[in-house]
């Protein structure tokens, strides 16, 4: 257990993944230990992916995920001891704010900057589903009479909030559209060139400036080498899927299938 644990804490050492590293072995380490069920904060897709890893690396564990609603992003995981016989409770609840539309325009940016603004830590807010006149917030259960008492306004406009039910959250329905492209190399700027329609070195602009991600981290050079399944997200512009490498054309290009999701 200790070694396989240091094992995992040094894989992730100096990465943006290390702090979440310690605390998920941690979280699994007792669900071992107490051969019981350990329930994490709202975790993002890597440490989502991290956690995964975790509980196969360990040995014991399973793991299942929730984040209030079909397709949700950000969501909890259960680390569960095979000896677990229960169903894990995920202590998700969901806040409603809602303002006049008429007056205000205010967006996911707008309701999570108030929120973080409370000093609430990220670790307690799942998804915000943002639209014209509210906001539903996924939030941890323990922190429902926070929010109802505290956020009363949002970017300056004042707002209604009150708690609200999971079943009133439809399910995520995502856009997605196929794109074949040929790119010089595999490097990240070609693939985001190609996949999010914009020049190489704007690619490498937006790179400079930490707004696309690889496999939800952070991008440290846009000469980083890609494979078939990386997934590459840009603020504001959706996700790629790196669907498929189709080896070289005739003119020594790299043929590539990609999946844009909107």
Known sequence: ????????????KGTEGEASAVKLV????QAIKNRKCKLTG???PFEQEMTGVIANSLGELNVDFYGGYRGAERQRAAFCHEDFQGTPNFEIAVIKAQWNGEFARLGHRDVLGSILSLGINREYIGDIIATKDCARIIVDKKMCDYFTLNLTAIGGTSVQTVVDELENISAKEE???EIKATVASLRVDSIAAAGFGMSRSRAATEI???KIKLNWQTVKSASQSIKAG???SMRGR????VAEVRGQTKKGRVGVLLKRFF
């Open 175 to 177: 856009r997605t559209k």
């Open 26 to 29: 941690d979280f699994a380490a």
């Open 208 to 210: 400079v400036a930490e």
């Open 1 to 12: 257990m200790h070694d396989a644990r240091e094992k995992i804490i040094r894989y992730y």
């Open 230 to 232: 990386d997934v590459l």
């Open 42 to 44: 709202f975790l993002s």
């Open 238 to 241: 959706g996700r790629l899927e």
